[in-house]
């Protein structure tokens, strides 16, 4: 934990309890906003998987490129996940 975690210690002061429940708020929305899209990809590559969807079909032909499609949105989505957590 950082010195400056705002759950550290006790604040006494009215802006700085507001500040830190702003830095908090903030920071569980980066996390919700990952875990949404995370989700929505798990959900989509396990369509993808059974057959449900060819979701990728119009700018992937071949399943192995449609699989390349699904691979670079989830390394997209883990990037952006470790550089919330990092700014969380």
């Known amino acids: 934990m950082a010195p400056d975690d705002p759950t550290d210690t006790p604040t006494h002061d009215t802006e700085a309890?507001?500040?830190e429940g702003a830095e908090m708020g903030r920071s569980w929305l980066q996390v919700a906003v990952v875990a949404?899209?995370?989700t929505l990809l798990l959900a989509l590559g396990l369509l993808q998987a059974t057959g449900v969807i060819d979701l990728f079909?119009?700018?992937a032909g071949a399943e192995t490129t449609q699989w390349l499609v699904f691979v670079v949105l989830a390394v997209v989505v883990a990037v952006v996940g470790a550089w919330s957590w990092k700014t969380a």
């Open 36 to 38: 949404t899209f995370a």
């Open 17 to 19: 309890a507001r500040q």
């Open 57 to 59: 079909a119009p700018i």
